[in-house]
């Protein structure tokens, strides 16, 4: 079953995908939400055609997605968290690493995820038991096993102070070969597929994190927060290749 639901995140992905792509390098102005963020409507619609065909295919699944919030089903097991747009802000200045993200939650554990980037045309896709799969080949995180031979991914290096991580992100950046900005999603990926070893967010919100643990853990990796838990709901991510783990866990703690 896991198999099947990982083909129809992967497809509805692409779809929405393919739609983000009318709206990408177009001069699109977006609105701000109340948090400061930004909104398109290409986000709105993406998630509009990711919800219609989960709601028409799984009409007893919950949902929880960005723009739209939460169509709730208490009673059910199983539970889809969409960002439409990862990375808008990427996305509004034509910087082509915002991706689609979808994740499967299944009596409270994420099984599936699958992140696609439009503009690259990369499918990352995992279910428990099932792999991790980057563009149909199987792939796995590296076997770098120094930080100072490491590729370290961010997002926005002004978030570590702001969330107060200031310190530890320091001590893991010095320690770090490569330090590489224009993270989201897409460093997340990055990490799971072999192509860099570190990913940190000092902040990140569940629909963000959904897709990580199949996808790092299919790929012989670790995402949860900065405290070493597996998780989608610790307000933060981390994604390390299994080499790296501890000794930036060390690092953290200081």
């Known amino acids: 079953m896991l198999q099947s639901y ?16 009318g709206y ?12 400061s963020t930004p909104v398109t409507a ?18 007893d699944h919950a949902v929880v997605g960005e723009e739209m919030g939460g169509l709730d089903h208490p009673d059910k097991s199983h ?11 990427a996305f509004v200045r034509g910087v ?38 980057l563009n149909g080949r199987r792939v796995r995180v590296s076997s770098v096993s120094e930080l100072s ?24 950046r010095k320690a770090a070969w490569v330090r590489a ?12 597929t072999g192509r860099a070893e570190v990913m940190l967010d000092p902040v990140m919100n569940i629909w963000d994190c959904a897709p990580f643990p199949p996808i790092l853990a299919e790929g012989g990796g670790y995402f949860g927060d900065w405290s070493g838990n597996p998780t989608i709901y ?13 000794k930036v866990l060390s690092l953290i703690r200081g």
């Open 181 to 192: 900005g224009w993270g989201d999603a897409y460093g997340h990926c990055l990490v799971a």
């Open 149 to 172: 031979d490491a590729v370290l991914v961010f997002t926005d290096a002004g978030g570590f102070e702001e969330f107060g991580r200031q310190k530890a992100w320091e001590r893991i």
């Open 96 to 133: 082509p690493l915002y991706g689609v993200l979808l994740g499967l939650e299944i009596e409270g554990k994420v099984e599936v995820g699958v992140a696609y980037f439009p503009a690259l045309n990369e499918m990352v896709t995992a279910a428990t038991g099932h792999g991790c799969w």
């Open 6 to 21: 990982m083909e129809f995140a992967a497809e509805t992905a692409y779809l929405a995908g393919r739609l983000t792509l």
């Open 42 to 59: 290409a986000d709105r619609e993406a998630e509009k055609l990711i919800r219609s065909r989960i709601e028409k295919k799984y009409p």
């Open 234 to 246: 610790g307000n933060e991510a981390m994604s390390v290749n299994s080499q790296l783990l501890f």
């Open 24 to 35: 990408f390098q177009a001069a699109i102005r977006p609105e701000f939400k109340e948090d």
């Open 79 to 89: 539970c889809w968290y969409i960002d439409p747009i990862d990375g808008t802000k």
